[in-house]
């Protein structure tokens, strides 16, 4: 069911680096003068300071709106330095430009006041997961804030966050705990619900006219130079009108003059030329020549460091002078931490640097200075300047070196955005550089956009010749091909594949790509023999890389085939134990596969109980493809045996919806399908089963693996009977025929239905015994095999026929167990353990999750469960002590995650 597209997509860069280390630490893809408030005075401002805080503590959210250079840090910043409270300080900006980079900034920021923070968002992020969508990634942080206390996210500068990520903002302030609250700065109105925050009281606003200074703050200001004239005090405010940046700017040189300028909102243009020539004339002019330089060189940086100064500027004291910057008070701010300091430049006299710097140096000066910041930068720090250079071989080189040298894949949300940015001619002339982008497609579920990234590269190098620099993109290419179900396509890079010398762990990836290419033309045989190779390849190959590739591939499907059973979960186990510690990828499929054997072994609640766990794993980091639907097949079996029929079709709908983000489900679409129509219990109503067929068959979805034959041959066979066709009609028997041998070829014995007990149980209803217990023969004898827990999804349905095989002495033990099995498993208290908490639900508690989840008031649920309301809300109460939730929606939300509903 399942073809090795993530294993190939996954393998190829990861293969190349088998030594790689374990994600690395969110927060070092920032610099951390993103997460530290600058040192300011925190006297000059103090009631508005003090106003600020009254309106934290009066709401929920609090913005703070006015233009450039209006005090808005410098606000925030006295604030925090005064706030009881902890602060994640978080200065926002351009290279914040989709949810889940600010959703990394946020996560990184808060862990630096909450070492104990959850771990919610990075597994996120660093998953190869199919649907994080900022919904997920707003409900992943606000759980791992779950347990944090009182706490603020101060943002800075929101003006410059990115389109990308203002849907994930919007979500995350819906949904923000009540211990935690939110402080924002901007220039301009921020993408946040205003309206709606506004309606319910929770937004607390400071606008320009309110961060202006008064007489008494200039007074202030003016008093720290020595000054204490009133009459200058009073000229000074009138020029500038309260804005706190003339108002510093005034203060240190500029002539007072006596006209006065009326400043409303931003300054006007007259204003700012004004500070413009003051800067040119009165500030930079004034400074030695060295130091001069020094300023407009360096302004380019957005974080000051000595040595990236040192690197630009070629000055070796480039530690002293930024000291002396400090001293002269040249408009800069400094952010101190253990490992060394660093600065910025106030954003108004950056610009005004970086205008200068444009006038006086020609373009190709200004490049070098690019190229000489982004060679003393790690990789994301030097992408912006390489771009700015022109240097675009050089940022591509960078980008594949991150990528193919020192593997992460949380790092894909920083580095997509430049990769993409890089024209046609530098992506064709390096493979791997479409390789990285089809990677990063087919890990998210979008195999075709991957195979037009990847496909007309591989066929132009094979064209010339180049086969050797073909064959990590024909490995990327065939996973993509087996999703899209383009076997010819497939079959022509697996030749080309098939003649060339491949290490362990290639070789591992095209051996099971070509087991579910035979699975597709329904050849068990070949299918066992492939998957016998690649086993003795993964467990003898000394890197390890090709155990990890084959891990990724072995799906619940591969049960059915041989070595058998018991032989394939030995190898697993083996395989488990040449893992590298940080695989957690492959051990969650590895997981997966042994639930399935616990299942057929009539396991019900041991595999129901590993299933949910590989789920809430899964589900933190996006949903893992193919993994995430296996096991989510796999679970309604269960679901099913114990009556949890509303369940199973919430789940199955759930996934209809998926398959718009993810075209992954589609190649499960018939596990999901013959649930659901089990489930729905149509009876014999001709309009009911029309109905469902068109909802869970959908004519879109014909083919779509080559299990689909088996759901929709019995779909048809009870339409027949259900029109008026006799039970043992030529029709409905004629259809469960031809799906009966697509199971025998397909192995899919797990979850697609057993169309040899609807045969039979066919013919018993018309009085046919003999003929009923030789149709249901086959599939008893497939039971006695792989396991009778194929039986489980079909016990109620069949249980009159299997009775009768009983009677007659066919495989009587093993019936009596499935049907011992399913009674038990209905009659189980339906309790939940919490994942990785020690915790557990009881089945009261999971009732009244259930109901809340619908929506009900702890009335309804009373009266639902006919006890009393005050033993609801005790319940309630215990439950959201469980999950750490602080509110009902909350207790839902933490359920959902951890599939506990």
């Given amino acids: 069911m399942k073809p090795m597209d993530r294993a190939a997509a996954d393998a190829v860069p990861h293969d190349l680096a088998p030594d790689a ?80 980079i600010l959703a990394a900034a946020l996560h990184a920021a808060v862990l630096r006041v909450v070492p104990s923070l959850g771990r919610r968002v990075p597994g996120l992020l660093a998953g190869r997961g199919t649907a994080r969508d900022p919904r997920a990634l707003a409900t992943a942080l606000v759980n791992d ?17 990115g389109p990308g990520a203002t849907s994930f903002l919007a979500q995350l302030v819906d949904v923000l705990p009540p211990h935690v609250g939110m402080l924002a700065a901007s220039r301009s109105a921020p993408p946040l619900p205003v309206a709606r925050l506004r309606v319910r009281g929770e937004l607390g606003e400071l606008g320009a006219a309110d961060l202006r200074l008064d007489l008494d703050d200039v007074r202030r200001v003016l008093a720290r130079q020595g000054l204490s004239d009133d009459a200058t005090a009073a000229r000074v405010l009138d020029l500038s009108g309260g804005w706190a940046a003339a108002v510093r700017l005034a203060t240190r040189a500029l002539p007072v003059a006596a006209e006065a300028h009326e400043v409303e909102g931003e300054p006007n243009d007259r204003v700012r030329a004004e500070l413009w020539d003051y800067l040119a004339e009165e500030v930079l002019r004034e400074q030695p020549t060295d130091l001069r330089r020094f300023l407009l060189e360096t302004s380019l940086l957005d974080e000051l460091r000595a040595d990236v100064c040192a690197a630009v500027t070629g000055r070796a004291d480039a530690a002293d002078v930024l000291a002396e910057l400090e001293a002269r008070d040249l408009f800069v701010a400094r952010f101190r931490r253990p490992d060394g300091d660093a600065w910025r430049y106030h954003d108004l006299f950056a610009d005004f640097l970086r205008d200068r710097l444009r006038r006086e140096r020609g373009p190709a000066e200004v490049a070098d200075l690019h190229r000489r910041a982004a060679a003393a930068l790690p990789t994301l720090g030097a992408l912006p300047h390489l771009f700015a250079a022109g240097a675009l071989e050089a940022a591509a080189e960078r980008i594949v070196e991150i990528m193919f040298t020192s593997f992460d894949s949380s790092m894909l949300p920083h580095l997509m955005p430049w990769l993409e940015r890089l024209p046609h001619e530098v992506v064709s002339a390096d493979p791997r550089l479409a390789m990285l982008r089809a990677w990063h497609a087919d890990i998210m579920g979008r195999s075709g956009e991957a195979r037009a990234l990847v496909e007309p590269t591989w066929r132009r190098l094979v064209a010339h010749g180049r086969d050797d620099e073909a064959i990590d993109l024909g490995l990327q290419l065939v996973g993509s091909l087996l999703a899209l179900g383009d076997m010819e396509a497939c079959d022509e890079v697996l030749r080309h594949l098939e003649g060339r010398e491949l290490d362990p762990a290639r070789r591992v990836v095209v051996l099971a790509s070509r087991v579910w290419r035979e699975w597709n033309r329904r050849d068990a045989a070949a299918m066992s023999a492939l998957l016998e190779e690649a086993l003795e390849l993964a467990l003898h190959d000394g890197a390890g890389a090709a155990a990890n590739v084959l891990a990724m591939g072995l799906t619940s499907p591969l049960l059915f085939v041989a070595p058998g059973v018991a032989s394939l979960l030995e190898r697993t186990q083996r395989l488990d134990a040449r893992l590298a510690p940080h695989d957690e990828t492959a051990r969650l499929q590895l997981r997966t596969f042994r639930a399935a054997a616990s299942l057929l072994a009539l396991d ?25 639907q296996d096991a989510e097949a796999l679970l309604l079996t269960p679901m099913l045996v114990r009556g949890e029929r509303a369940a199973v079709l919430a789940t199955v709908d759930a996934a209809a919806e998926a398959r718009s983000v993810s ?10 399908a013959y649930q659901a129509l089990r489930a729905a219990s149509p009876g014999r109503d001709a309009r009911a089963l029309r109905a469902l067929t068109a909802r869970y068959l959908p004519d879109d979805l014909l083919d779509c693996a080559p299990s689909d034959a088996i759901v929709r041959g019995m779909a048809e066979a009870w339409l027949a009977v259900a029109k008026g066709s006799a039970p043992d009609g030529r029709e409905p028997l004629a259809a469960l025929t031809a799906a009966e041998e697509v199971q025998r070829a397909t192995r899919a014995w797990l979850g697609h239905g057993l169309p040899g007990l609807e045969r039979g149980s066919l013919l018993l209803e018309a009085g046919r015994a003999t003929a009923a217990v030789d149709a249901a023969e086959a599939t008893l004898q497939a039971a006695a095999r792989y396991g009778a827990g194929i039986l489980l999804t079909d016990v109620e ?33 339906t309790t939940r353990a919490i994942p990785d908490s020690g915790e557990t639900l009881t089945a009261r508690e999971v009732d009244v999750l259930r109901l809340v989840a619908r929506g009900l008031t702890n009335r309804d649920v009373a ?12 319940h309630l109460t215990r439950v959201l002590g469980k999950l750490g939730a602080t509110s009902r929606t909350h207790a839902v939300a933490r359920a959902r995650e951890l599939r506990l509903l």
């Fill in 21 to 100: 280390p374990a994600a690395t630490d969110p927060a070092e893809r920032f610099p951390f003068t993103k997460f530290l408030p600058p040192v300011v005075d925190t006297d000059v401002a103090g009631q508005l300071v003090r106003r600020l805080a009254q309106a934290l503590r009066d709401h929920r959210v609090v913005l703070v709106r006015a233009p450039a250079g209006s005090g808005k840090t410098t606000l925030l910043a006295a604030w925090a330095a005064a706030a009881h409270e902890r602060v994640a300080w978080l200065r926002v900006d351009a290279g914040d430009i989709d949810a889940d």
């Fill in 145 to 161: 804030l779950a347990g944090t206390g009182g706490l603020v996210l101060a943002l800075d500068d929101l003006h410059a966050m």
């Fill in 604 to 628: 019900v609640s041991g595999a129901e109980a590993e299933l949910r766990a590989v789920l809430a794993a899964s589900e933190a980091v996006g949903r893992l493809a193919w993994t995430h």
């Fill in 663 to 672: 075209p992954i489900y589609d190649r499960w679409w018939p596990a999901y």
């Fill in 797 to 829: 349905a069949h249980r009159p026929l299997l009775a009768r095989c009983a009677a007659v002495g066919l495989h009587a033990d093993l019936i009596d167990a499935v049907i011992a099995a399913v009674d038990a498993a209905g009659a189980l208290t």
């Fill in 863 to 874: 009266a639902e469960l006919g006890i009393a309301e005050a033993t609801v809300k005790t």
